[in-house]
């Protein structure tokens, strides 16, 4: 815990959190800024069998492959890269700090940011859907799928990043890694889904069919069983 303390005093003025606001609140108004002129969104708010809910819930979805590969790769690289500066490794195993630690302690802030944007994600859905009305029942299970699902991608790309940001002196190879995974994550709906479920970044994109049903021809709400993401 002294450690966790002291990898946030180190924080104080590296402006992460004003960073992870910054990326997060883009992504937000790029996704709900669309809801506004979209006529199928709109006609659906009004219908209580529509899949309004799934259909707010699959923005977030959408995007984030895009978005989460950058803000994880950003943070992680921002909370490390002091590491490299100087001799700071050798000066905090001389205060005998182990690396594992430190790893540790990077890789808990940077997931606790990372889960802070999806429940900020999952309580805009909430609140931009009975801001315009929605008279559907709010699918909870579906929006706990959604929670659930992102969170498991998301702590294996948290993974990729720290590591890679620890052990790169130069920050352009964790932040190239991110930047690949973003594109990655924002072309996997075009690629086989064998290939998608293997690069772990499009594994976002099976988080867009939460709670919808398309086989009777027309997009229906349906029980999320948790298999879209598992």
């Known amino acids: 815990m002294k450690y966790l303390w002291l990898e946030l ?6 402006k992460v959190f004003l960073t992870f606001l910054v990326i997060l ?6 996704v709900f800024s669309n809801y506004g002129n979209n006529k199928n969104f709109l006609n ?17 979805a959408a ?3 895009l978005f989460f590969p950058i803000l994880a790769a950003v943070i992680a690289s921002r909370i490390c890269d002091m590491e490299h500066k100087g001799n700071t490794w050798k000066l ?8 594992k630690s430190i790893w540790f302690c ?10 802070l944007a999806i429940f900020i994600q999952s309580f805009t859905i909430i609140i931009y859907g009975n801001s315009v009305g929605i008279v559907q029942p709010l699918p909870v299970r579906t929006l706990l799928g959604f929670v659930l699902g992102t969170a498991m991608i998301t702590f294996v790309v948290v993974t990729i990043q720290v590591f890679f940001s620890l052990v790169c002196t130069n920050q352009l190879v964790p ?13 996997s709906t075009l690629l086989p889904p ?32 948790g298999q879209a993401f598992l």
């Open 9 to 14: 005093y180190k924080l104080k003025h590296r």
């Open 25 to 30: 609140g883009v992504e937000l108004l790029f």
């Open 44 to 60: 659906m708010v009004s219908d209580p069998t529509a899949p309004a809910w799934e259909d707010l819930i699959i923005g977030p």
């Open 63 to 65: 995007i984030n492959g």
């Open 92 to 99: 905090l195993e001389c205060n005998n700090q182990n690396r």
């Open 106 to 115: 990077k890789f808990t802030i940077v997931s606790t940011l990372m889960m």
């Open 175 to 187: 932040m190239s890694i991110g930047m690949v995974g973003a594109l990655i994550g924002f072309i």
């Open 194 to 225: 064998g290939i998608r479920n293997i690069l772990i970044w499009g594994n976002y994109a099976e988080l867009m069919v939460l709670g919808q049903d398309t086989s009777s021809g027309d997009l229906q709400s349906s029980g999320c069983s």
